[in-house]
């Protein structure tokens, strides 16, 4: 055989279990990369500038003004919580034994 018909080995696998070969065949398609490099890099600061910075912007930690400890905060939850539920102008309840009584007063 001459060395053109042979075929070249094939690079060993780095590790037996699936994992590890999926691991080194993304780092090793990083590492050929050119373009693709910058393109993740602008991919990463996107990422840090939503997660990091809008959440900073748009979340303020809102219960820090309202107490000190992590029972206060939970405190000043429930109460929203119970205050938001109540209706403003409750009806009173009904009660069917005070409808008959009306009904029969009316009627007589």
Do not use: C
Not at 27 to 49: N, P, Y
Request: charged content about 25%; glycine content about 4%; hydrophobic content about 45%.
């Amino acid at each position: 055989m001459n060395a053109t018909n042979q075929i070249a080995p094939q690079e060993p696998l780095r590790g037996r279990h699936w994992w590890s070969r999926v691991w080194w065949f993304y780092v090793d398609g990083f590492r050929a990369m050119t373009v693709g490099r910058t393109l993740w890099l602008i991919i990463a600061i996107k990422v840090v500038v939503f997660f990091v910075i809008i959440r900073w912007i748009f979340f303020p930690d809102f219960l820090a003004g309202k107490a000190d400890t992590e029972e206060g905060k939970a405190d000043y939850v429930r109460r929203e919580l119970v205050r938001r539920d109540a209706p403003a102008n409750p009806e009173p309840a009904e009660n069917p034994d005070n409808d008959r009584e009306l009904n029969e007063t009316n009627n007589h």
